[in-house]
């Protein structure tokens, strides 16, 4: 297995311009989480989904945020329009339903905002 | 979600065995605890879980007591390439939402 897969891995953008990051998860994972981490506030939990639904997105920082996974084998991250606060590493993890084996982690995307 | 306190940081040197230890007073009956590292410019990774007494895999060995309110991580004979961040969380096992706390930074040192 190829693991979790984000794309970009390196986003540098201009502020107001809309940033969509994506991320494919680990087949037969029905769990998928956004993580966004900096050095201030750590490693951060922004939504969950389960089976492709979302479950928990008080932690989306704002309006300007939005998630999608429209079917189990992918899911998108838009930021609309983009500020440089939002500068990150921003993770996908996967895990399966009812597992206890924990999450895998992507690469993340690191976006930078000028 | 229950909240764990672990130490911000510690220092070790090539060898020696390393135990981070992780408070987590407010567990509760159906919560799991899991360890992740993670290296600079890379994701968590997941390296160990367990409910109760001691787990043992090929990277590390988990040790929780009876009352479960607190776990060690035990790495042995560490060495350089140990050196990152080591989170421990608590939550359930089912489609849980892990929260991360700001983990133990560890350095290995030669």
């Known amino acids: 297995d190829a693991g979790v897969i984000q794309s970009p891995r390196h986003e540098v953008t201009e502020m107001g311009q809309e940033v969509t990051l994506r991320c494919k998860p680990i087949s037969g994972h029905n769990s998928l989480f956004w993580y966004r981490q900096t050095m201030m506030r750590g490693l951060e939990l922004l939504i969950y989904f389960n089976n492709n639904v979302p479950i928990d997105d008080s932690g989306m920082p704002e309006d300007r945020f939005s998630a999608k996974m429209p079917n189990a084998s992918f899911s998108t991250l838009k930021i609309q329009p983009s500020e440089p606060r939002d500068s990150a590493v921003y993770f996908c993890?996967?895990?399966?339903?009812?597992?206890?084996?924990?999450?895998?982690f992507g690469s993340g995307t690191r976006l930078t905002v000028v | 979600l229950a909240k764990t306190t672990q130490p911000i940081s510690m220092d070790s040197y090539e060898g020696q065995e390393v135990n981070i230890t992780c408070s987590h007073n407010n567990i509760a009956t159906n919560d799991y605890i899991t360890w992740y590292q993670q290296f600079p410019s890379q994701g968590p990774r997941f390296i160990i879980q367990g409910y109760k007494t001691k787990v043992t895999n090929e990277v590390a060995s988990l040790f929780i007591p009876a009352d479960r309110k607190s776990s060690t991580l035990s790495l042995p004979r560490v060495s350089l390439s140990d050196t990152a961040v080591y989170y421990c969380l608590v939550a359930e096992g089912y489609g849980q939402n892990f929260v991360f706390g700001p983990g133990t930074r560890l350095s290995v040192l030669p």
């Open positions: 993890a996967s895990s399966p339903t009812g597992g206890t084996h924990g999450y895998t």
